[in-house]
């Protein structure tokens, strides 16, 4: 009988039940035959700097971490990647093996990987983006955009504050919409983005039209319940092209996974069938 625990690793919120990252990392230590194991952990924001300390301790390799504490688990990293220092947030946490916490954001990756395995054909540099809210999924979004190549950036945010933030710190190549003239914005736009809840189940639809998008925009949407949004299905009635929101999600778990368990996994139709429930 082996003594050597198995890899742990999970995701920590408050709340927690809803995530669907425990049936995607499960679905891979499976896939690849990995003896470890990844769990919901329930940590409210007054547990949250002791229960991340003791993690480490108890054979945990890393963490995801989700709302309302992707930014406090940036400041208690002792490393940070350039990513997640830019967006000011971190979702990805690996425990070094002195008991060090290095941060990550894999957000903004999983999104440009989706669009990638989703749209083949699509650039960042095909012409400019439409970014739709400016919350902290638009911020990850927006960096990676921009570390693809889009030269014009249009952002859109129903409170202009918020919206003028970002374009303080991505610069010249943000350029701030009206909220109330985010279809007029759509003209030119090559890619087109809701980071907004608008659209999600129990949430009101996203006020905008398509009318002025080019005939081969691909429009986005990081909702995916429903997966087929009002939005996304509002561009599918116009023959765009459009990649639903799950796949973001399936693809900002890769690196985490490689870190902590060890290998590579892939984003298949079969782990989204697992994702979905089917």
């Keep these: 009988m082996s003594n050597i625990a198995p890899p742990l690793a999970g995701v920590i919120g408050f709340p927690i039940g809803h995530s669907k990252s425990p049936v995607l990392h499960g679905y891979w230590l499976r896939e ?17 700097v002791g229960g ?9 390799k890393g963490v995801n971490v989700t ?3 992707k930014i406090p ?9 350039d990513r997640a220092a830019l967006i000011g947030a971190a979702n990805t946490l690996t425990f070094k093996s002195d008991g060090s916490i290095s941060a990550d954001n894999t957000d903004g990756y999983g999104f440009i990987q989706n669009l990638r395995q989703n749209a083949p054909d699509w650039n960042a540099s095909n012409g400019p983006a439409l970014v739709l809210g400016a919350g902290g999924a638009a911020r990850a979004i927006v960096s990676a955009l921009l570390s693809e190549g889009v030269t014009e950036l249009r952002l859109a945010n129903r409170t202009r504050g918020r919206a003028d933030m970002l374009a303080d710190q991505f610069g ?5 919409i009206d909220w109330n003239r985010a279809s007029d914005a759509m003209d030119g736009a090559m890619t087109i983005v809701n980071t907004t ?19 081969n925009a691909v429009v986005t949407d990081i909702v995916y319940t429903p997966i087929k949004t009002p939005f996304l299905m509002a561009a599918q009635d116009r023959s765009l092209k459009t990649v639903d929101g799950l796949g973001m999600l399936l693809h900002q778990g890769v690196p985490g996974f490689e870190n902590w368990f060890g290998a590579c996994p892939e984003v298949t139709g079969g782990l989204r069938n697992a994702v979905l429930g089917l």
């Design 67 to 69: 709302l309302p504490h």
């Design 73 to 81: 688990a940036l400041g208690l990293a002792d490393t940070v990647t």
């Design 172 to 176: 010249a190549k943000v350029e701030i």
């Design 197 to 215: 809840s608008l659209g999600m189940e129990g949430q009101p639809d996203l006020p905008v039209v398509l009318d002025a998008a080019p005939k």
């Design 52 to 60: 991340l300390r003791s993690l480490p301790k108890l054979g945990f």
């Design 32 to 48: 690849l035959g990995i003896q470890g194991y990844y769990v919901p952990l329930l940590m409210s924001q007054a547990e949250f």
